[in-house]
Structures are given as C-alpha cells and as structure tokens.
C-alpha cells in the first residue's frame, strides 16, 4: 500500500491549490485521514483531519479557507486550500489510517511542497 500526495506547487499570495492523497494497492478504503504541514524550522502540525465517519476538523488557522474532503470510491482525500497567505509556505503531508484485510493501518505520504509567495 502506498500513500501518494500531490498537487503543490508555487502560488501568489491568494490563491488557490488544491492537494490530494490517494491511497493505491491491497485496501478496503481509507477509514480516518488528515493534512498535515511542517514549515522549516517548525514542528509539524494539524491543518484539517476527517474521520471515518466524516466529522472535519481544523487548526484555527485554517478555518474558512481551508476544506478537507474525501471520495471513497477513489480511495482519495483532497485539501482544497483557498486565500493563500505566505505563512502557508511549508511541506504538506497527508496520513490515513487504511483498511487492509487484516485490519486498519496507518500511513505517512511523501509530502508536497507549496509555496506561496507574496
């Protein structure tokens, strides 16, 4: 099984990405997943989470702006990331906890650099 990010890039300051994390290879679906982001020289931290039964969460930062969303039939989370302040500059990552036929399991992706200038 394999985490796959995507979808970063270089914007202007308000603009619009839009990330997304597919999960490919022997799984029964994406039960719980999240974004994450690391800045340089910052720890990593929660930007929007959704939970197996959809509840959204979302660092204080980010609501209003940001929208986590999921499609289950593609095995795929997106983060649509809207109003883009240069403080947005970081790596994003994306986490799931997988469903394999021996049960759930959770899972790191590669990461994605966006970069927002000013």
């Known amino acids: 099984v394999q985490l796959q990010a995507s979808g970063g890039g270089l914007v202007q300051a308000g603009g619009s990405l839009r990330l997304s994390c597919t999960a490919s290879?022997?799984?029964?679906?994406?039960?719980?997943a999240g974004w994450y982001r690391q800045a340089p020289g910052k720890q990593r931290e929660l930007v929007a989470f959704?939970?197996?039964?959809?509840?959204?969460t979302y660092a204080d930062s980010m609501k209003g702006r940001f929208t986590i969303s999921r499609d289950n039939a593609k095995n795929t989370v997106y983060l649509e990331m809207n109003s883009l302040k240069p403080e947005d500059t970081a790596v994003y990552y994306c986490?799931?906890?997988?469903?394999?036929?021996?049960?759930?399991?959770?899972?790191w992706g590669q990461g994605t650099q966006v970069t927002v200038s000013s």
């Open positions: 959704i939970s197996s039964s959809g509840r959204l």
């Open positions: 986490y799931a906890v997988v469903q394999l036929a021996n049960g759930p399991r959770n899972y």
């Open positions: 290879g022997s799984t029964f679906g994406i039960n719980a």
